[in-house]
């Protein structure tokens, strides 16, 4: 499986970015995806996650409202459309893929493949 994220790049705070991973190594219309994040100096943590089907969604309480997750399993791509950026959004953006065809969670240790990450930087 290879996951690469797109979309990363500089920007103020309240402008808006859309992260891009597109998918290719097994049936990705099967797995749930996942977004995550790692701060400077801080432990990667959750973001957003997507069901296989797309029908259900998971979002950490700090972009709730602001980040939307979606999916496209016709193209094998899974988008994070981050609206309202705050300088406390920059990190590197890492896209993921679940180890079994089950439903979306937030633990890291569910997820088997990760892309390279991304970086999104918001200057205030």
């Known amino acids: 499986v290879q996951l690469q994220a797109s979309g990363g790049g500089l920007v103020q705070a309240g402008d808006s970015l859309r992260l891009s991973c597109a998918a290719s190594?097994?049936?990705?219309?099967?797995?749930?995806m996942g977004w995550f994040r790692q701060a400077p100096g801080k432990e990667r943590e959750f973001v957003a996650a997507?069901?296989?089907?797309?029908?259900?969604?998971l979002y950490a309480d700090s972009v709730k409202g602001r980040f939307t997750i979606s999916r496209d399993n016709a193209k094998s791509t899974v988008t994070l459309q981050m609206n309202s950026l705050k300088p406390e959004d920059t990190a590197v953006y890492y896209c993921?893929?679940?180890?079994?065809?089950?439903?979306?969670?937030?633990?890291?240790?569910?997820?088997?493949?990760w892309g390279q990450g991304t970086l999104v930087t918001v200057s205030s």
């Open positions: 190594g097994r049936a990705f219309s099967s797995y749930a």
């Open positions: 993921a893929q679940r180890r079994l065809p089950v439903g979306a969670t937030g633990r890291p240790s569910d997820y088997a493949y």
């Open positions: 997507i069901s296989s089907g797309g029908s259900n969604t």
